[in-house]
């Protein structure tokens, strides 16, 4: 197949119809892969009003198991940004900014001194 080479890092993509594109030459796991296209998805507010893609629906996008797609979901769980109630499904977590006091007083110093 001729095309641009690609890095054996790469994570999920999007095509050009805007569907996740996975590597799956690449030694990063497929669950790995979905993780990092989940995130950056998230952080881009791409998710409308709280609502997670369902397995199913993330099963649907990605081609892959619904094993697969449940590990990248249950990662995200881990770090705190999706919650997952059984029969409610999964919903995006209201991060709060978090600083630790040094930073903040760092910058307060900062800005005064200015």
Avoid: H, K
């Amino acid at each position: 197949m001729d095309g641009p080479a690609r890095s054996s890092c790469q994570t999920a993509r999007m095509s050009g119809n805007d569907e996740p594109v996975l590597d799956r030459s690449s030694p990063v796991p497929l669950w790995v892969q979905i993780l990092e296209d989940l995130r950056r998805r998230l952080f881009q507010g791409e998710f409308a009003a709280g609502r997670f893609p369902t397995d199913q629906q993330l099963v649907d996008q990605y081609g892959v198991s619904r094993q697969t797609a449940r590990e990248a979901v249950r990662r995200l769980r881990e770090q705190g940004l999706v919650e997952r109630q059984r029969g409610l499904g999964t919903t995006i977590r209201v991060q709060e900014l978090e600083q630790p006091m040094g930073t903040l007083y760092s910058l307060v110093c900062a800005v005064e001194s200015a």
